[in-house]
C-alpha cells in the first residue's frame, strides 16, 4: 500500500502534475488539521481518507472553530466526505506519554462520530527521546506533522510526504490569522527537520 501525507506549508506551484499523480498513485491519502482541498486539486490532488486532527482542534479550543464555538466536528466531517465520499474517518494525534490523558481525550471526544483517538503514547516517549539525543534547548511538544508521520509509520514500512517544509512558510490557503501561521508557534522546526531527513535516509520518509 502506498501512503502519502499532505502538509499544510506554500504551494510549489511549478509542480502542476503533482495532484494527479497523488490521486492516482496513492491508496491511502492522509491530510491535517484546517487543509483545503478545493481550487487546489492541481497541486495537492483531492483524495482523502484520513483527516488528522490535533488536540486544540478536536476539543473546540483552537484559534479557529468549526461551525462556530461548539465545534461541530460531524457537521465539518459530513461537509468534507460529501465532495470527498472516500473519506474514512477523523483522527486525533497528540503528543502525551499518559496513557489517562489518552482516556480523556477518548471521553471529550465521544460525541463526534467517524472518530478516533491515537494511542500516542510510545511515539511520543521516542520522540522525547530523540529530543534529548539532538537538541540542546528545552524540549517542546513537536506538531502534528512529525507525529503524524510516526503515526503512519507504526503500521507502514514507507510513506510519502508532500508540502512539507518544517515551518518556513504560511498555510497554502493564505490564512488571515497571522497567529495561526507556523512561525508564530512555539515548535522548534529544526527538530522537525533533522528527524525527518533522518528517516529519508533510512528510507522510511519520501519526498515526492
Not at 530523540?130 to 513537536?142: A, T
Request: glycine content about 4%.
Amino acid at each position: 500500500m502506498k501512503v502519502i501525507l499532505i502538509g499544510n506549508s506554500s504551494i510549489d506551484r511549478s509542480k502542476e502534475k503533482t495532484g494527479v499523480q497523488i490521486d492516482n498513485d496513492f491508496d491511502l491519502v492522509v491530510r491535517m488539521n484546517r487543509y483545503q482541498i478545493e481550487g487546489y486539486e492541481k497541486h495537492l490532488g483531492s483524495k482523502t481518507h484520513i483527516w488528522a486532527l490535533n488536540r486544540t482542534i478536536s476539543l473546540g479550543q483552537s484559534r479557529v472553530h468549526y461551525n462556530g464555538d461548539e465545534c461541530d466536528l460531524n457537521t465539518e466531517f459530513e461537509r468534507r466526505r460529501q465532495l470527498h465520499p472516500e473519506l474514512d474517518k477523523m483522527v486525533l494525534l497528540t503528543y502525551t506519554e499518559s496513557s489517562d490523558t489518552i482516556n480523556r481525550l477518548k471521553s471529550k471526544t465521544s460525541k463526534y462520530s467517524n472518530f478516533e483517538v491515537a494511542n500516542t503514547t510510545s511515539l511520543s516517549t521516542h520522540l522525547h527521546q530523540q529530543w534529548k539525543k539532538k537538541m540542546k534547548v528545552p524540549f517542546y511538544k513537536p506538531p502534528t506533522g512529525l507525529i503524524t508521520i510516526h503515526y503512519l509509520l507504526e503500521t507502514h514500512e514507507q510513506i510519502h510526504i508532500h508540502n512539507f517544509d518544517n515551518g518556513r512558510s504560511s498555510h497554502y490557503w493564505g490564512d488571515h490569522d497571522e497567529q495561526s501561521q507556523p512561525q508564530q508557534s512555539k515548535h522548534n522546526w529544526s527538530f522537525d527537520e533533522i528527524v525527518i531527513n533522518d528517516l529519508v535516509k533510512q528510507g522510511k520518509v519520501i519526498y515526492l
